[in-house]
């Protein structure tokens, strides 16, 4: 296993170039299956997620050739329709190709996947969102069989605003008979990225961003180019890491629009922010401010900020409370942070976090993907060398992580 080794105590300062949205690319990809012809994308963040995407498109008869971060994907072979279970294992999110494999061909296998280490990851809501569409659901032994002779649009309620449920009901009623709506939809913007990415391929969706969705089912989708959005938890990472370390950064090719909880938060805890099109300049300040967070649904603060958020409070002046509100075991990333001298206190889903004058380096192991990129920005903001274990996970989300790193002016290496 891969580990980082960080030396901290610099701050971050520089530039860094924001990549396209791992959120936002995986159920892009798997709606490529829809058109059954050529897609070609751009932006799309060359990380372990995609390459999984990539794989099991390959396994399953799709032809995929990448040239840096734009991929040409081809799925007009296509002629298995299950997810192989070893592949589905290794990344619960794959689970997104079943509502385009059963949209196209109505007919998709795949075994049920696992839980991970930020909670159960139930996936009853996309169950039920198929039932609705006339899918027939069969479990056996831990496998899952969807079939149907057609699929007939219908008024789908999500019990919860789910974005996996949502993304899945879209991609299974594209190709439906009638009209699908969706309410109770989440309303994330790699929502909107997906409707727009499937409009310009010929289908008939609105309302993503809003908690109601529309889908004319249409016959036939066709070939189409489009360009990801940028990844907002990625934006959201680096401009902690600036918040952390006293630093000034500007970030580039970022959507501001997509992070205004984030940046309220960082202005609340003493930051400025000048903010453009697609860009912005962070200066921080000497010494933070606690300020108390509540993760929501979007276009609440995000789940996937509440570690790295979580991480930049243990050096503020105060005492910050956290209330995780999405998964039920999302602080794994804590102990972690204790060794290094943080002061945190979990009651159920609540953290209690007194900030501390510094963290100190030590030997410390990524728990999951964000808890990993929590680890990071503790590092560079600690007293002395740490040594970051497990980093897979990090290389899971973020493109690039160390070049960039290095590029404010850090000294991180990667040690194999
Ligand atoms: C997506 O996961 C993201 N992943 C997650 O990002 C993100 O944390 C999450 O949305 C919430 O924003 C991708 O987009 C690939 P959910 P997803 O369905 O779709 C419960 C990262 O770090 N639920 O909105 O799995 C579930 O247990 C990852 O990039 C059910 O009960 O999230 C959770 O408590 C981590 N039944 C809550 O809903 C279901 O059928 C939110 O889950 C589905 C979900």
Do not use: D, H
């Given at each position: 296993m891969a580990k980082y080794i960080i030396k901290g105590g610099s701050k971050a300062q520089g530039e860094v170039t924001i990549s396209g949205s791992k959120n936002a690319a995986l159920p892009i990809i798997a709606a490529?299956?829809?058109?059954g012809g050529k897609t070609t994308l751009y932006n799309?963040?060359?990380?372990h997620d995609t390459e999984m995407m990539f794989e099991i498109l390959k396994k399953i008869g799709g032809k995929v050739t990448k040239k840096e971060n734009k991929v040409i994907i081809e799925t007009s072979k296509i002629n298995k329709y299950e997810i192989p279970d070893d592949l589905m294992r290794q990344m619960r999110s794959s689970v997104i190709f079943v509502g385009s494999i059963v949209g196209k061909y109505k007919k998709a296998k795949f075994s049920y996947p696992g839980g991970c280490d930020i909670g159960t990851r139930p996936i009853d809501l996309h169950l039920k969102a198929f039932e609705k569409l006339g899918i027939n659901i069969s479990k056996n032994y831990g496998n899952i069989s969807c079939s149907c002779d057609r699929i007939i649009g219908e008024n789908i309620d999500l019990e919860f605003p789910s974005v996996g449920a949502t993304e899945n009901a879209i991609l299974a009623s594209c190709l439906a008979e009638g009209k699908t709506t969706i309410t109770n939809a989440a309303r994330e913007p790699e929502i909107i990225d997906l409707q727009s990415f499937l409009n310009k391929m010929g289908a008939k969706i609105k309302g993503a961003g809003s908690n109601i969705i529309e889908i004319e089912g249409v016959k036939h989708l066709k070939d189409v180019s489009y360009n990801i959005m940028p990844d907002r938890i990625e934006a959201g990472t680096f401009l902690c890491m600036a918040a952390m370390t006293s630093g000034n950064i500007k970030l580039k090719k970022v959507n501001p629009s997509h992070i205004t909880p984030i940046i309220d938060k960082l202005e609340e805890a003493g930051c400025k922010m000048t903010i453009d099109k697609n860009e912005i300049d962070i200066i921080a300040p000497k010494k933070l401010k606690a300020v108390d967070i509540k993760t929501m649904p979007y276009?609440?603060?995000?789940t996937d900020m509440q570690s790295i958020f979580a991480t930049i409070l243990c050096t503020a002046k105060g005492t910050s409370i956290i209330v995780e509100n999405i998964f039920e075991n999302r602080y794994k990333y804590v102990q972690e942070l204790i060794r290094m001298g943080a002061k945190i206190k979990i009651e159920s889903r609540t953290a209690v976090i007194k900030g501390v004058k510094k963290l100190y380096g030590a030997n410390v192991k990524a728990t999951d993907l964000r808890g990993g990129a929590s680890m990071v920005l503790a590092a560079i903001a600690a007293k002395g060398t740490t040594t970051i274990e497990n980093i897979e996970y990090i290389l899971r989300g973020y493109e690039k992580f160390d070049k960039k790193i290095r590029d404010l002016g850090i000294d991180i290496k990667i040690e194999e």
């Open positions: 490529t299956i829809l058109n799309v963040p060359k990380i276009p609440g603060f995000p």
